[in-house]
């Protein structure tokens, strides 16, 4: 299940000797992290590397699902490149069509 969306204490994490970071950015064809923004200036202040990355919901159109995650991620030029989370969620374990799936990565 992709994590609830919150603030993290980056200068905590780099004090546990973290060196990087994937932040989640966009969910589905309209949800973006509205704490995309503030983990990443955090994370990146930290000093931590940082690359963002998109919860794949399965069935939704994968262009749409794409097109959100480019306008939201524009601009913030990480040092570790996109990465697309493809796991289930509880709800649709069971549920995925592969080739949609696939389809929609």
């Known amino acids: 299940e992709a994590q609830i969306n919150k603030q993290i204490n980056w200068g905590a994490v780099r004090a546990a000797q973290k060196e990087f970071a994937f932040i989640r950015a966009t969910l589905g064809i309209t949800g973006i992290d509205p704490f995309f923004v503030v983990n990443w200036r955090g994370a ?27 306008k939201t991620v524009a601009g913030e030029l990480g040092e570790l490149p996109p990465v697309l989370d493809l796991e289930p969620r509880a709800a649709d ?6 080739t949609v799936c696939l389809a929609n990565a």
């Open 93 to 98: 374990k069971g549920l995925i069509n592969p």
């Open 44 to 70: 990146r202040a930290a000093g931590l590397l940082t690359g963002a990355y998109h919860y794949l919901i399965h069935n939704l159109d994968g262009r749409k699902q794409a097109d959100l995650f480019l």
